[in-house]
């Protein structure tokens, strides 16, 4: 659209934007403007550049070094975010950024992908192939800032807030990367294999809970515990990730990663019960990473534990592991809570049963209880020892996490 030369207005239509994220070389479809305030609380918006193509580069360069912030139209977003998405790589790689500017810009551009992979439901093999290849390209894309310690800046700004599929998918994805970036003696990859297999590790990661669209709502959004029956619905979220992901030729180690991101090294996970070597290394990872943010992040029925708090019970032996895994086992079993006959017109005999059946349901409400609670007292059966001792190490290796008491 066409714009004016200069604007009138309270700061509402215009959106601030930092130069550096103008790319000299790509050119823009955008007009930047620079911004005045008015004595009377307005601002007047005046264009700096229509766009990037009627100028020579040399003095463009020049040009974007001399502002410190310029503004769009707000009609012109979408532009600007198509543009973004485009030169995502130059703007991660920007020396003069900020790392959480980085992150800032990242963390939108991927929020908008996953959401709407997250919104096509994958009926079409069409469907699934562009949101994949959407997914891919961010990736590949991000993934040397997104596999460097540096990033990790970013993330530790990420960690403590509300849990949201979509932002822990992409802390998953992100985790995954730098881990296998810092750990590449654990995989049997070329060095210059590594960087697909990182972007296969990351894919998994933005996609390993897709699944959860297919759960009901009113269980995915619960508020509090989640009782027997709902336990083993969520648990269903892995076989049903697979599922949307069939067709959508993704390689078998993303999708074996997705299926398996929660069998613990013990076998007690699901959904195969799979142990030690039998689980893929990027599955092992994928659970810790999926774990740690899971810790981290806040709950409506629980505080966010600090990374530290969160590792600590991720490494603890477990003392009560025995009880938890026969609670665990009988959640399975006794997924749904024992519907008692009510006798007709037999009150006595109603009241009993009716009673007898709110025993029962307080008695599985308070196994609940138990079973959450006695899985904070230790984690070390569902890692692979070493896998988590080098996620320790690896984010220790960022100044925003102090670990060394945990090493
Ligand atoms: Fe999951």
Redesign the pocket.
Known sequence: MDLAAEYFDDGSSFVAIDPLSINPKSLTDFSLFERYARKDGQYRFRCLLVDSKSIPRERLIKMLASWDVVYIHKNQNLNYTQYVKKNLEFILKHEDIDVKKKTGTLINLATEVVLESFATNFVSREDCKWAIKNIENLISQAMDFISGIESLEGMADLIGHDYQTHTHSIKVGWLTATFINANPDLFEVETAQLKDFMIQATVAGFL??I??IKIPKNVINKKGKLNNLEYVI?QS??AY?TSLLFESKLPRSSMQTILY??ENEDGSGYPCGLSGDQIPLMAKICHIA?VFDALTSKRPYKAARTPFEALKIMAGENPYLETLKKFEAEAMENSKIPVTVIVKDDYEAKLRRLREKELLEEEAKKRVEARTKLRDQGMSHCFDTDFLKRFIVTINKSESFDLSRLL
Request: charge should be negative; avoid cysteine; hydrophobic fraction near 10%.
């Open positions: 390993h809970d699944g959860k969520i979220h892995t990730s991101h929660h999926d």
